[in-house]
């Protein structure tokens, strides 16, 4: 199973960016026991939880998202997408997907930059 995440860049604060998680090498009956999240990891600063959204697409955020990020998934597709708003520079890491409860290998992230 490979996760494989996309849609960073370089944005301004304020600005949005929606970030995609695919999970690969997974039956989408598998994944759909997947309890999903979204992380992320700043220079020099240990790995965030962000949010996640269980099985039945109950969502949890952290305080430093709440309000301004959305966590969501598709099981057919095997997908998970994390839709950022009103970007600030401290949201500035690679962000990460990952199982919640049983980790996979971790994927290579995509780099968001938030800066004027």
């Known amino acids: 199973v490979h996760l494989v995440e996309s849609g960073g860049g370089s944005v301004q604060p304020g600005g949005s960016l929606g970030l995609s998680c695919r999970v690969s090498?997974?039956?989408?009956?598998?994944?759909?026991?997947?309890?999903m999240a979204w992380y992320r990891q700043a220079p020099g600063k240990q790995r965030e939880l962000l949010a996640d959204?269980?099985?039945?697409?109950?969502?949890t955020y952290s305080d430093s998202v709440k309000g301004r990020f959305t966590i969501s998934r598709d099981n057919s597709r095997k997908m998970v997408w994390l839709q950022m708003h009103s970007l600030k520079p401290e949201d500035t890491a690679v962000y990460y997907c990952n199982n919640l409860v049983q980790p996979l290998d971790w994927g290579q992230g995509t780099q968001v930059t938030v800066s004027s």
């Open positions: 959204i269980s099985t039945d697409k109950t969502t």
């Open positions: 090498g997974s039956i989408f009956s598998v994944f759909s026991t997947y309890h």
